[in-house]
């Protein structure tokens, strides 16, 4: 395990736990973007390289600025800054983290106690990945359309009830 | 001829379902005629049986099975009626005195609104007591047992606009229905044993010793705990006296003449039953003497005309009862029937004079009525008579005379021979004559003796003369068909019951001494209250004794402290269900406990989450929910969830 | 290049031409009314469909989906759901003519795609998908409520959210099993004392499950997000969302055993979901979250007959879900036919005292339909309980069988005490009947009323039309295969 | 080239699971909550990517596609509803008041 | 043509009908509005006809069975729609036809209220009960058991009066809760069934001979028993009992106390003797205790009502707690007793009912302190009421006591102190018979009711049908006494069900 794979690792988990404590949304989507570059990168070093560019050019790359544009459009000023100042009190956070800490204890305890694997760890590459993409799974990205279609639709749906609703 | 039982049972009980269903339509007269028409009958058939049996060569006992009733493995009963001597002396006292004492009641009755039910249930009545005595099986005999009673509450609390009289209606039946229980356990007692009821299968097994000295002890006792009930002895005795709140008729029939002398003859029938329990014996003969002495106490100081028979007829049975006791059965029948007599007389002539007298009971009310009315006047004195067994006059006298002088020789195996408690009960008896004697000439001498006090009116009418007329004959010379020795050797009764009884020689004291007894009792009952100007109106001193006494010895105030209130205040404490409160408030506590912890757990979970000022802010209503529609909260339960399956499942 | 078969359920295919159909008729122009037919004629279709399939299954391919019994029983079920909710919402759809709505049909068809996908999925990928697919088509149905807008969108801000951490785990549930097996396809969770990796992935995919499926505690959205949705979407999440998602859970566990370390979890989990169901349902006063608080507990009991496997489990389970069905929908056609526009719906369950004397007929079904869910005879709920106990006993699940005495006891006291408000005297009824006839309501009615009735008294009547015989779930799976083997 | 075990990215999928739920249970803003989201499926993909890398099967990343496709269409969605929350004058982007659905 | 199944399924037929009718009918409501009470008596007189026919037609079945019908229902799981039966189940059957006459004759006539939806609920309550002591296929048993509760639910709840939802309620989930612990043992029993001989069926002659262990077997007769208690009532689970009979109609108290009652004891009978005989006896002593406390508990209650319906609700405690003793005693005298008390309490307690019932209707109270001194004015109704009541306080010669001798009889030979406190009972039991008499018949009269009516004849007629009912079996059970005597299990019922269904 080299020191890349390490960095990278403690950059995604950093920037996640910056996004989660950020107070200004826009903050958060940065730390996001930058946990999601580090993921990107533990892709790569996976041998997934199709993976980690789909990571940086979909997710960080579209899906981000949707959050960018909608806060845009909320409009957030100062005092959604001080708001969440007050929402992240140690007494609020505390009980959820506690909770959060002891899902992730039991996960790696039972994680870490099955034996180590080793596999063949070879890179699989954009082309594998098309041939099964369009092979056996063809009929998933159908499906997957209608994943996309049904989020189209009801998002439209509720956005309009918003300029309706006024 | 068999076929006159059923007929017998028949014509009463017809014309009391006629009375019941045909209520309201028909007019006084016609009610009073058809149940006195079908008292006749019955009485008819009972004479026709009656001379049957005398005239017939070898009277053999009569038996009738109608149906089986039911039959079971270890049980069997059967509608059966039996004729024998001892059944018919009673159907015929029964009937007899039932007709004369029903049309007595046409005229006496006329003016009731509810003549149909009275006359129902008389006619009823009489019919439960021809199947009581006529039944060959125990089991069918409980049935004119219980009809007695139900007979007998239903006319007492006739009059039902007046509380006190349904609650002394309901304190008969009560009284009597624990003796009908008691008694209820002791046929069952013998039917488990023996398998039947029939009263010649039960003397069979019997004789045939299988039934046990501890069982028949047993049996005894809960058939003699019916009996007292029934015939109103000590400790039951308080019924008697406040169902005198019925109607005249009812308590000449009911209460002197027939039903309350069901004890005396279940205790004859089962004689043999009753003689191989000697304890029982002994009890009964000391029940017996007790009653006697303890209600003739108590009616010496009555002051309500139709109370002081009751006590009278209460101590009546008393020595029905010693002489049954010391297994005299046959005198006790032949006390029964001339008390039958008698006391009828009794009470038939004292509600002719109370109804003339505008309903006035108390005897320190009247006065001098010999002028007035001499006739009841007579037929009263003619029952006194017989009732203080006044010397060879009165059919009185006999029965008395009969049952003393067996006291004197009657034997207690139980007992140490040197023990004389016969000699004792005879004393009681003797001096139970002479008190008697005192109380009912007591009343005579105030009632017709003494000054004028009460105005009263018109005459009785020749229609309550007859039966009058006709019970002062038996009265007072229904005894001759049994003397004793000493006066004449005449035992047609004891023949006619059962092989001559082993006549002992009696000595002539005795005889004299229970003919002396009543005659002082007359001489002091003079002495006091007979002379124009009496010694006195009441005894003096002792007034705390005479109220207690007058009260019936504090039975019935002990009685309602022991029983009556316990019973009353444990219903109310228990009006309501408990267990139904139970259960209701097992269902408010379980909702109590659930919204606790509904609660606890919200305010716990909001605590831990840091929330707790915020929550409390935005309400109760709010704590009280765990649905309380936050994402979040929804969401940690989730993690909460996932966390325990995962601890569970995973973690070893 | 294509060398893998394309093995297709003929539902799906004709679900997803139906909506590409609605999508291009709504673009070329907008019509509720031609909608909801469009609507109307797919799923009609696809009834039609079931049973066949497009292409053949290769015996050596990957599996995506498989047809069996099982599977297209249940596809029936959710068909018929789908339609009878069609047919609930259709008089409201139309009558709105203030609020275009014709995405609503489209949603509900892209939802029952969802749910069909999820029923012949043999493979987690068609699995999730459907699931995802069912989700998002229930936040945009669950938000097309115009008069209570700020609610129903704060009911599908709900379900978003819950439902996004749900996929999570579910995901990551999944995840560790393909870390572990390194295939795709469902595999039955190992049995024994598995090691580490294995056992939490199959418990969070049956947390997934469970939330989806509503059982405590992870079923405190489902009232407030019923609640929230107009009734025939409350009737399509209480439905057909449980019937596709106790179908995988089915498929995914096949016929063994549940492996041991699961017996406390899932004991602790329908103890709960019976008891946590109830209590709630006996607290509530609005018909809806009441329903929805008893399909709670429902779940509870069906879980019973899918945890107890033996001789009459898949018996059990087939009824119980049909019975389910049609009482809970035939309780939210009455629901829909009281309800004059969305805003005189009625809220309480006090609002329906004296129905009995307004509208006997409405009222007699009505508690037809509620007491077949308490599983009282003559309903077909009777049958289904009946049966469900049966598998209880056949396992000695002594405490389940306690949980299921003490729930159906809770249960028919809160029943009961709607049936006793329908019969309630009042002198006004509260309920103002709407005048306009809908023979569609009335004929869905009829027909519902009819099975609940019919299906009580002649369950073997109803039952080997569905299934000529017992059907075992995945006994006679078309396909299924070894884990793919690492390529190159 | 593969420098990452199996194990180890589980470590780090799992780490950054229990970081995205502690950000979905903290955070009362929906947009954090949002990103949260978005994070825990991210550690799910992260999942499959290495257990694809693992057993050499596409498939992981086959996977690795739909979440991304699912989390843009939920996050679409979940956006829109923000807007449509926002625009009904809900005060802020708190989730926690104003909830009128509840009991 | 086998007359079984159209008995159980007549009534239900014809109060559909009767709905039917009364339904199409509501808009000339005067003319008909008795329609669907005429076609309910209707339907009463062919039943009673049809119940002729099976009583009197010729029986060809070899053994103590009087005749059985059989189809398969779900075949899948060895269900049947089986009907049997012996005298035991004929002897019920009377008596549910014969209440059913007053019932209707009497009781229902006021009914003006949705008088169809009435009569179809009383006839489907009737089914029930009719089913009930037919089948002998134990899911049908337990359907019908269960089908019975709801037309009654509905009748106490939409019918009642003041507090008639709780009291509806309550009754409804004892009993149904109940229920739910029978199906459990019957499906016990099926499964272990299963499990000895590889053959699904709830039929009950087979599941008879299934070999249980001891404990097993005390496991599901407690199932089954608990059901039973709870409908018969025995004393801690009572509580349903008084409101439901206080609260119903009249039509529905007579039903409840008169027949429904009496499945409980049928199914103790039929099931807890007859399927588990051995656990019935380890059982008998604590349901002999259980019995006795409730005759001493009913009648110290009823002791204390001032709610004319509530003393006769508990006094039906009380006498159902001889049932309970009779059939544990474990003799047939018992079991005899048994059967008498329960035919003797349905007319007793059921024309009881119907008193009550009409002087609700008259005076509009049940409140003995308010009615008083009826004899005056309502002499025919108050000496009715006198019969019943005495024939409810065991007086000798009427039904009653018949069934309360044997029972005691019975007892007194399993032990005579146990029988020696029971029939205290019976000094209790004269309390608050007199108690009601004395309260409400004779005693000053505390209302007026001048405009109340008396009985017709035809009223009383049809009471005095019950009252010589009730002296027969008094004076003369033995018939009846051989008649219900349940038939052994030992003898199964002929091979083929097909060829007798024709």
Same mark, same amino acid.
């Given at each position: ?10 950059? &995604? ?7 989660? &404590? ?12 930058? &946990? ?117 639709? &009801? ?12 | ?257 027939? !039903?309350?002398?069901?004890? #005396? ?88 004079? #109370? ?10 009310? !009247? ?39 067996? #006291? ?177 408030? #097992? ?66 | ?15 997803? +031409? ?35 399939? +497009? ?75 459907? +699931? ?83 059982? +405590? ?272 | ?103 | ?109 006021? *009914? ?214 009779? *059939? ?151 018939? *009846? ?22």
């Amino acid at each position: 395990m080299n020191t890349l794979a390490l960095f990278s690792g403690a950059v &995604t988990l950093l920037g996640a736990i910056m996004v989660i &404590t950020r107070q200004v949304a826009v903050h958060a989507v940065l730390y996001l973007v930058v &946990t999601l570059l580090g993921l990107a990168t533990v892709f790569a070093l996976l041998g997934a390289p199709f993976a980690a560019a789909l990571e940086v050019i979909i997710y960080a790359g579209a899906i981000m600025v949707l959050f960018v544009f909608v806060i845009m459009m909320l409009n957030l000023g100062q005092s959604d800054r001080e708001r969440e100042k007050e929402w992240l009190r140690p007494r609020i956070w505390l009980g959820p983290a506690l909770l959060s800490i002891l899902l992730c204890a039991e996960l790696i305890y039972s994680v870490s106690s099955s034996p180590q694997q080793e596999g063949p760890l070879a890179p699989l590459s954009a082309r594998d990945v098309g041939l099964s993409l369009f092979g056996p799974y063809v009929l998933m990205v159908e499906l997957v359309s209608f994943l996309l279609l049904a989020g189209l639709i &009801t998002a439209f749906h509720i956005g309009r009830h918003r300029t309706e609703g006024r | 001829m068999p076929y006159l039982l059923p007929l017998l049972v028949f014509f009463p009980l017809a014309s009391a379902i006629f009375l019941f269903v045909t209520a309201g339509r028909l007019s006084a007269r016609t009610v009073g005629w058809v149940a006195t028409g079908a008292i006749g009958l019955s009485a008819l058939c009972s004479i026709t049986l009656a001379c049957f049996f005398l005239f017939s060569a070898v009277p053999a006992p009569i038996h009738i099975i109608l149906w089986e009733w039911m039959h079971t493995q270890a049980f069997s009963a059967d509608i059966a009626f039996t004729l024998d001597p001892v059944s018919l002396v009673m159907i015929l006292v029964v009937t007899i005195v039932g007709f004369l004492i029903h049309l007595y009641a046409i005229r006496y009755m006329e003016e009731e609104p509810g003549i149909a039910r009275f006359f129902g249930s008389m006619t009823l009545f009489v019919a439960s007591m021809l199947v009581l005595v006529l039944a060959s099986d125990l089991f069918c005999l409980f049935i004119g047992w219980e009809g007695v009673g139900i007979c007998s509450y239903l006319l007492i609390g006739f009059w039902y606009e007046n509380p006190v009289n349904t609650a002394a209606a309901r304190k008969a039946f009560y009284m009597t229905r624990i003796g009908d229980t008691a008694m209820l356990c002791g046929l069952l007692l013998l039917a488990t044993t023996t398998g039947s009821l029939h009263i010649e299968t039960l003397l069979a097994t019997l004789h045939a010793g299988q039934i046990g000295p501890d069982v028949l002890t047993a049996a005894t006792l809960f058939l003699l705990i019916g009996a007292l009930a029934k015939s109103a002895q000590i400790p039951f005795q308080t019924w008697l006296p406040d169902a005198m709140a019925g109607p005249t008729p009812t308590s000449a029939l009911i209460h002197a003449a027939t !039903m309350v002398t069901a004890g #005396i003859y279940l205790i004859a029938r089962l004689h043999e039953l009753f003689t191989a329990a000697p304890l029982v014996m002994m009890l009964t003969s000391i029940i017996g003497a007790l009653t006697l002495m303890m209600a003739a106490c108590t009616a010496l100081v009555q002051t309500d005309l139709k109370r002081i028979l009751a006590w009278s007829t209460i101590s009546q049975l008393g020595y029905m009862f010693l002489a049954l006791g010391t297994g005299v059965w046959q005198a006790a029948l032949f006390h029964l029937m001339t008390h039958a007599f008698f006391k009828a007389l009794l009470f038939l002539t004292a509600g002719a004079l #109370i109804a003339r007298l505008h309903h006035e009971q108390d005897i320190f009310r !009247m006065g001098g009525l010999y002028r007035t009315m001499p006739g009841l006047t007579v037929a009263f004195l003619a029952g006194a008579s017989a009732l203080a067994g006044l010397p060879l006059v009165t059919s009185g006298f006999y029965s008395k005379e009969m049952i003393l002088s067996s #006291i004197w020789s009657a034997h207690f195996p139980l007992l140490p021979g040197s023990f004389p408690l016969a000699h004792i009960l005879w004393g009681i008896a003797l001096t139970g004559a002479f008190l008697t004697s005192l109380y009912i000439f007591r009343c005579i001498f105030i009632v017709f003796f003494n000054t004028h006090k009460t105005e009263s009116t018109g005459s009785t009418p020749r229609l309550m003369a007859i039966p009058l007329a006709c019970l002062s004959f038996l009265s007072l010379f229904g005894g001759v068909i049994e003397m004793p020795d000493t006066l004449a050797p005449i035992h047609l009764f004891t023949h006619f019951l059962s092989a001559p009884l082993p006549h002992a020689e009696e000595p002539v004291w005795l005889l004299l001494a229970g003919a002396s007894a009543p005659i002082a009792g007359v001489v002091i009952a003079w002495v006091l209250w007979g002379r124009a100007t009496p010694v006195m109106q009441e005894i003096p001193g002792q007034a705390t004794i005479i109220r207690v006494a007058k009260e019936g010895w504090g039975v019935d105030a002990l009685y309602a402290f022991l029983f009556v209130q316990p019973f009353r205040f444990l219903v109310w404490l228990t009006r309501h269900d408990v267990l139904d409160y139970l259960i209701t408030g #097992i269902g408010r506590m379980v909702r109590a406990i659930s919204s606790f912890l509904e609660h606890t757990r919200t305010r716990f979970l909001t605590l831990s989450s840091g929330r707790t000022t915020l929550l409390l802010q935005s309400g109760d209503t709010l704590l009280a929910r765990v649905q309380n529609g936050r994402v979040r909260w929804y969401a940690a339960w989730i993690v909460a969830g996932l966390c325990a399956a995962l601890a569970s499942g995973v973690v070893p | 290049m294509i060398t893998h078969d394309l093995f297709l359920p003929l539902p799906l295919p004709l679900l997803s +031409v139906g909506t590409m159909l609605l999508l291009t008729a709504i673009a070329w122009r907008r019509s509720t009314t031609r909608s909801l037919t469009l609507a109307l004629v797919t799923l009609v279709l696809s009834l039609g469909g079931i049973g066949y399939h +497009v292409g053949t299954p290769h015996p050596e391919g990957l599996s995506l989906f498989v047809q069996d019994r099982w599977a297209n029983y249940t596809a029936l079920l959710i068909l018929l759901s789908s339609l009878s909710i069609l047919l609930m919402s259709w008089r409201d759809l139309e009558q709105d003519k203030t609020h275009p709505t014709d995405e609503y049909p489209l949603l509900l068809v892209l939802g029952t795609l969802g749910a069909i996908s999820m029923v012949f999925s043999a493979n987690y990928l068609p699995f999730f998908l459907g +699931v995802e697919i069912l989700a998002l088509s229930l936040m945009g149905l669950v938000a097309s409520r115009y008069s209570r807008l700020t609610e129903a969108s704060e009911a599908s801000m709900k379900y978003l959210i819950l439902s996004g951490i749900s996929s999570a785990i579910l995901l990551f549930g999944i995840g560790l099993a393909y870390a572990s097996t390194g295939s795709l396809l469902f595999s039955p969770p190992p049995s024994g004392n598995a090691n580490a990796i294995p056992a939490i992935a199959t418990i969070m995919i049956l947390v997934g499950v469970f939330f989806k499926l509503s059982a +405590v505690p992870f079923h405190m959205w489902l009232p407030d997000v019923m609640d929230g949705a107009p009734p025939p979407v409350a009737a399509f999440m209480a439905v057909v969302s449980k019937i596709a998602i106790f179908s995988s859970l089915v498929r995914y566990f096949g016929t063994g055993d549940t492996p041991g370390y699961l017996h406390g979890i899932l004991s602790a989990v329908i103890i709960l979901t019976i008891l946590g169901g109830n209590f709630l349902a006996l607290r509530q006063t609005n018909l809806i979250r009441l329903m929805a608080c008893s399909s709670i507990a429902h779940v509870g009991y069906l879980l019973i007959a899918f945890f107890s496997p033996g001789q009459l489990r898949s018996e059990a389970i087939t009824l119980y879900l049909a019975a389910y069905a049609a009482s809970t929908l035939g309780i939210f056609a009455i629901i829909c036919a009281f309800a004059l526009t969305e805003n005189s719906l009625p809220n309480t369950i006090t609002d329906w005292r004296g129905l009995f004397y307004t509208r006997p007929f409405l009222a007699t079904t009505l508690s037809l339909m509620i007491l077949s869910l308490a599983g009282i005879p003559p309903g077909i709920g009777f049958f289904a309980k009946f049966e469900v106990a049966a598998t209880g006993v056949e396992r000695q699940q002594t405490l389940l069988l306690a949980a299921l005495v003490i729930g159906s006891i809770i249960g028919l006291y809160y029943y009961l005490s709607i049936v006793r408000v329908l019969m309630g005297t009042q002198n006004t009824p509260s309920l103002q009947v709407k005048k306009s006839q809908s023979p569609e309501l009335t004929t869905l009615i009829v027909v519902l009323t009819l099975i609940v009735v019919v299906g009580g008294i002649f369950p073997a009547r109803m039952l080997p039309q569905v299934l000529p015989s017992p059907p075992l779930p995945q006994n006679e799976l078309i396909s299924i295969q070894e884990p793919m083997q690492p390529s190159l | 080239m593969v420098a990452l075990s199996l194990n180890a990215s589980l470590l780090l999928a799992c780490m950054l699971f229990c970081i995205g739920l502690a950000g979905v249970l903290i955070r009362r803003n929906l947009l954090f909550m949002l990103m949260s989201l978005d994070i825990m499926l991210n550690a799910a993909a992260l999942l499959f990517v290495a257990a694809g890398a693992h057993w050499h099967d596409s498939g992981g990343q086959v996977m690795f596609l739909m979440i991304l496709a699912l989390a843009a269409a939920e996050t679409a969605v979940g956006l829109a509803i923000i807007l449509a929350l926002h625009a009904r004058g809900r005060p802020s982007l708190d989730a926690d008041t104003g909830n009128l659905l509840r009991g | 043509m086998n007359p079984l199944p159209a008995l159980v399924l007549l009534p239900l037929l014809g109060g559909t009908v009767a709905w039917l009718a009364d339904r199409s009918n509501t808009a000339n409501q005067q003319p008909t509005r008795n329609i669907s009470w005429r076609i309910t008596l209707m339907v009463l007189t062919l039943e009673t006809v049809l119940l002729l026919i099976t009583t009197f037609r010729h029986h060809t079945l070899p053994g103590p069975w009087l005749d059985h019908f059989s189809i398969p229902w779900i075949p899948v799981m060895g269900i049947a729609f089986q009907l049997d039966m012996d005298g035991l189940s004929l002897s019920l059957l009377w008596l549910s036809l014969i209440l059913s006459f007053p019932c209707v004759l009497l009781a229902t006539r006021q *009914i003006t209220t949705d008088a169809g939806a009435f009569h179809f609920l009383f006839l489907a309550t009737l089914t029930g009960i009719i089913g009930t002591f037919l089948a002998t296929d134990l899911f049908l048993f337990f359907f019908l058991w269960e089908l019975m509760l709801v037309p009654m639910f509905v009748l106490i709840s939409a019918w009642g009066h003041e507090d008639r939802h709780r009291a509806a309620i309550r009754f409804f989930l004892f009993t149904q809760g109940s229920g739910l612990l029978m199906l459990l043992s019957i499906l016990g029993l099926v499964i272990t069934h299963y499990r000895e001989t590889g053959l699904l069926t709830f039929n009950y002659f087979a599941l008879a001979n299934t070999p249980l262990s001891p404990f097993l077997s005390m496991l599901l007769m407690l199932g089954f028993f608990i059901a039973f208690a709870v409908k018969l009532p025995v004393v801690p689970v009572h509580v349903w009992l008084p409101a439901a009979h206080t609260q119903a109609p009249t039509a529905a108290s007579v039903l409840l106390a008169g027949l429904m009652l009496k499945t409980g004891g049928y199914g103790m009978i039929r099931f807890n003797l007859m399927l588990f005989p051995e656990a019935a006896i380890r059982f008998a002593p604590v349901a002999m205790g259980l019995g006795i406390a409730g005759i001493l508990y009913g009648a110290w209650l009823s002791c204390a009502q001032n709610d004319v319906k509530r003393l006769i609700a508990y006094s039906s405690i009380s006498h159902m707690g001889f049932v309970l003793l009779g *059939i544990f005693t474990g003799s047939n005298t018992g079991l005899q007793g048994a059967i008498i008390q329960m035919l003797a309490h349905g007319l007793s307690t059921g024309a009881l009912f119907i008193i009550a019932g009409s002087i609700q209707d008259r005076l509009h109270t049940r409140d003995m302190a308010q009615i008083g001194g009826l004899w005056a004015s309502l002499p025919r109704l108050s000496s009715a009421g006198l019969f019943f009541a005495v024939a409810s306080l065991g007086m000798p010669g009427l039904g009653n006591f018949t069934g309360e001798f044997l029972v005691l009889l019975a007892t007194w030979h399993v032990n005579s102190i146990v029988a020696a406190l029971t029939a205290t009972g019976l000094v209790l039991a004269a309390i608050y018979s007199l108690r009601m008499v004395n309260r409400i018949f004779m005693a000053p009269s505390r209302t007026s009711p001048s405009h109340a009516k008396d009985f017709s004849a035809g009223q009383m007629t049809i009471l005095g049908a019950l009252m010589i009912l009730l002296v027969v079996l008094g004076v003369h059970p033995q018939p *009846i006494m051989t008649l219900s005597m349940p038939s052994p299990l030992s003898a199964p019922p002929l091979s083929d069900g097909g060829g007798d269904t024709q």
